[in-house]
Structure formats: structure tokens, C-alpha cells
């Protein structure tokens, strides 16, 4: 089997729980979206933004800084010990802080009256961060069955609770008198949400227990300051990053304009709920991104000695651009049937869906191009690109956003990650030459915006060809693929 088949073989493992999970948790979308209204789902999509930012922030680059440390000898002993034993550390403080400023905090936030929600997404975010990196020492290891059993596990509580709390034990109160049920879930809360994903991370933990404990040596304050130098430039891009990421989310709370007449706080929470909702349509290809990442970041590592490494990094480029428009293709051709996910009262946003696909794409390319300056120990480069790419988000937010609303966040973020793409592989050509098929992908790239534009002006008579057409281009997408890459995973 071909290193390629390898990596597309642990992919499709760390999927089975990634893709699977995370669509699954997908699948919930219908649900909130059905028994909530535009800002109740608002105000998860708002609080949710904000664990992108600090689960960056208390992990602070400690997983790429665990696989690129554990490749030297000397050190891989005391790597896992000293990394886990720094996140506890964080993780413990954080939580504390947020204890004992609760109160200011919400009010802070504008979630006076719902300090709860504030302290189970802390509990949340602290338990998650903690186990982060017994997550990456199970793919370092390529245990991929075991953390896929974890993940699932994870997503299956964190469903069957949602569908428990939200669904069925507010249907018993309908029907019978049972009174801690009439108390607590006589009507769908948003506090579930929240109820769902705690427990569901605690049990995450405690299946952790076993890889956190054993094989301990000792803490080597030394390999800290190390790895810390390491990883704080890859911190710094995370937290830009995490700007480009949700921003746009959080932006909407400051710079929309609002309606005259319109109760402010509840158009804000509405316009972020309807952003949101259809945001996750796009979510899709971030999943794979998120699946992919697993798998080929430390193989990346594990191959960074090979005389064809540098080949292999452009191969792989090349399907996952491929893969990623196969995807694409495949939502905005059949949107008509993707859309039906979310509530109808959400579908005004539709609009952003093929912006935020696209945005995804690039987002992950961004990823790939990202191994140069990790290979080479030039991490300080990633606070550059993820910098600059920050400051495009927050320019085109500001300037845009009172104008236009979620299309301008949309727009933002695809603006974003495109100028990020050719910031990085112009460094990437100067520092750390990698020989990626600009021809090829831009093919890909073609044949994909071509069948996009004709599939939207196309003007179609008959639903069943309309259906044969849309199939038709996908296959021929799929087959041009095909033909160019057949050769390369032999």
C-alpha cells in the first residue's frame, strides 16, 4: 500500500468519527432550528463563537508542539508528561477565573440573568482543552479505532440527550404529572444545549483516564520552555485564526445596523442565528478539513525526513482540492435538498452558503501550505499569514458589515482565507520550495465555478432532468479527477 492509501486509509478512520460525529451533530441543526426560534438559536451560535477563540487559547499550540517533540528521542520520554501536566495547570486556572468573576463577566457578555450558561461552557471549554492532547497522542500513536470509539461515544450522549431534553421529556410533561420534569422541562430550553455537551465532555474524560494516567514519567521544565517557544507563535496565529473563524459571528453583535422600531438585542440574536443555521450547511467541508487534519499533520511529521517529501505534500494538495469541490459541487447542486437541514424561517440565508463553502476550501489549502513553516521550524511565519489575515476579516467587518449584514461576514471570511492562500504559498516558494500543480488545481478550481454557473443559470424545463444534468456534471467533474491523479496513488 502506497503512503498515499495510508494517509487516505487513517482520513477515512479518523471520519468514521469526525465526519460521522460531527454529521450527526449536524443532523441536530433540523432540531434547534425547529424548536427554537431565530435568536434563541442565536444565542448558541453567539456563545459558541467564543469557544473557538479560548479552546485555542488554552491549548496554545501544545498538539503540533507534542508531534514535532516526540520525534526526537531525547526528548519523547517526558514530552506527554510535561505537555498534560502544563494543560492541567491552565485548564484548572482558567476554569477558577471564571467562578470568581461569573457576574461581570455576563454582564460583560449581555447574558445577565444566564450566568449558568457562562459556567457550564466553561467547564466545557476547560475539560475539552485538557483533553486535547491525550486526543493527539492516540493519533500519534495511530490508534485511530480507539479515538474514534471516544468521539463517537462523545457525540452519541451529547445527541441522546439533546433529543432526551429538548424532545421527548417535554412531551411526557404534556401528557403525564410527573413533577421534576413539569419543573425543569416543561418547554425546550437552550439551556440543554449547553446540559447535552457537559455531561457528554465529562464522560469523554473519564474514557480519557486511562491514556492520561499511564505511561508517566517526569515534568522537564526545560522541554516546557522548549515546546513553549515553539508553540507560542503557532498560539498567536491560532488566536488570529480564531478572529478569521468566528469573528464574523461576533461581529454581527456591534457593527449591524438595526431597524428602526426593531427590539435591538433580539434582531442582533436573530440575524446571528439565521448567519449561523446556514453557516452549517457550509460545515460540511469543515469537517473534512477537521478529519483530514487528524490524519496528516503527523503524518506530515512522520514524513519529513523522506527524499520525496516534498512531491508527496503537492500530491496530496491535489486531492484535497479535488475532494473538497466534489463536495462542493455536490451541496450547491442539490441545495434544493441540503436546505430542508435547516427550518424554513432560516432558508433567507441561503445566500452564503456557496461564499462559506468556498471559504472552507480555502481554509483547508491554507492548512496544507501551513507544513512548510512547521517542517522547518519558521512557526514565527504563521503569525504573519494568520495575522494578515486577521486584519483583512476585521477591515471588511467593520466597513461592510452595517451595510450589507451576514453577507458581508460571509464575503469577510472567503476574502480572508483566499489572500491567506497566496500569502503562504509565496513564503512557502521562497523559504521551503514545495512543487504544487498550480495547473491542475486551477483546472480542478475551473471545472468546478463552470458547472456551478451553468447548474445556476441553466434554465430547467423538468425536474427529472434537471436531477440527470446536475448528476451528469458531477460525474464528468469526477472523472476528469480521475484521469489525472489515476497514476499517482498506484
Known amino acids: ?48 463563537s467564543y469557544t473557538v ?20 528521542n531525547d526528548d519523547k520520554p517526558n514530552v506527554y508528561t510535561t505537555i498534560m501536566s502544563s494543560l492541567f495547570t491552565s485548564s484548572s486556572i482558567f476554569i477558577a477565573l471564571v467562578f470568581i468573576f461569573l457576574e461581570p463577566l455576563s454582564r460583560a457578555l449581555g447574558y445577565v440573568g444566564f450566568e449558568k450558561y457562562i459556567w457550564w461552557m466553561a467547564l466545557i471549554i476547560g475539560i475539552d482543552a485538557f483533553t486535547s492532547v491525550p486526543f493527539a497522542k492516540l493519533r500519534h500513536e495511530q490508534k485511530a479505532i480507539q479515538f474514534a470509539v471516544i468521539k463517537i461515544t462523545n457525540i452519541a450522549i451529547n445527541i441522546g440527550l439533546n433529543i432526551l431534553l429538548i424532545v421527548v421529556l417535554p412531551r411526557i410533561a404534556q401528557t403525564h404529572d ?44 526545560s522541554l516546557l520552555k522548549r515546546i513553549l517557544a515553539y508553540s507560542w507563535p503557532l498560539l498567536i496565529a491560532g488566536l488570529a485564526g480564531s478572529i478569521n473563524e468566528v469573528y464574523d459571528r461576533i461581529s454581527l453583535r456591534y457593527f449591524l445596523t438595526i431597524p428602526h422600531g426593531v ?79 435547516i427550518g424554513s424561517n432560516f432558508h433567507e440565508g441561503l445566500s452564503v452558503v456557496p461564499i462559506l463553502l468556498l471559504a472552507n476550501i480555502f481554509l483547508g489549502i491554507v492548512f496544507n501550505l501551513s507544513i512548510w513553516y512547521k517542517l522547518s521550524n ?24 452595517p451595510h450589507y449584514g451576514y453577507v458581508a461576514c460571509a464575503w469577510a471570511t472567503l476574502a480572508c482565507y483566499v489572500l491567506m492562500t497566496i500569502l503562504s504559498y509565496r513564503l512557502c516558494q521562497k523559504y521551503y520550495v514545495i512543487p504544487y500543480n498550480l495547473k ?41 479527477v480521475y484521469v489525472n491523479e489515476r497514476r499517482q496513488l498506484i
Open 178 to 221: 410527573i413533577a421534576w420534569i413539569d419543573q425543569h422541562f416543561a418547554q425546550p430550553s437552550v439551556a440543554s444545549i449547553f446540559i447535552s455537551n457537559l455531561v457528554a465532555s465529562i464522560v469523554t474524560l473519564i474514557m480519557l483516564l486511562p491514556q492520561i494516567l499511564r505511561n508517566h514519567n517526569s515534568f522537564d521544565f
Open 378 to 401: 519558521q512557526t514565527k511565519f504563521g503569525i504573519w499569514i494568520v495575522g494578515f489575515g486577521a486584519l483583512i476579516t476585521l477591515i471588511i467587518n467593520m466597513l461592510f458589515v
Open 53 to 72: 477563540f479560548l479552546m485555542i487559547f488554552l491549548t496554545y499550540g501544545l498538539e503540533t508542539g507534542f508531534f514535532r517533540f516526540s520525534q526526537n
Open 1 to 48: 500500500m502506497s503512503i498515499l492509501k495510508k494517509l487516505a486509509g487513517q482520513t477515512a478512520v479518523y471520519g468514521l468519527s469526525t465526519i460521522v460525529g460531527r454529521f450527526l451533530n449536524f443532523l441536530l441543526v433540523p432540531l434547534y432550528t425547529r424548536f427554537f426560534d431565530q435568536s434563541e438559536y442565536g444565542v448558541v451560535t453567539e456563545l459558541y
Open 263 to 341: 427590539d435591538a438585542s433580539q434582531y442582533i440574536l436573530s440575524q446571528v442565528g439565521v448567519y449561523g443555521a446556514n453557516y452549517k450547511l457550509a460545515m460540511i467541508i469543515s469537517i473534512f478539513n477537521q478529519a483530514f487534519r487528524f490524519a496528516a499533520e503527523p503524518f506530515f511529521f512522520s514524513r519529513m525526513h523522506a527524499t520525496d517529501s516534498r512531491e508527496t505534500y503537492a500530491k496530496i494538495m491535489n486531492y484535497f482540492v479535488a475532494f473538497t469541490l466534489f463536495l462542493f459541487l455536490i451541496i450547491m447542486l442539490y441545495i434544493d435538498v441540503f436546505k430542508h437541514f
Open 440 to 480: 491542475r488545481l486551477g483546472l480542478y478550481f475551473g471545472l468546478a465555478a463552470l458547472f456551478y454557473c451553468v447548474d445556476a443559470f441553466f434554465p430547467y424545463t423538468h425536474t427529472v432532468v434537471m436531477y440527470a444534468c446536475k448528476t451528469v456534471m458531477i460525474a464528468i467533474f469526477v472523472g476528469i
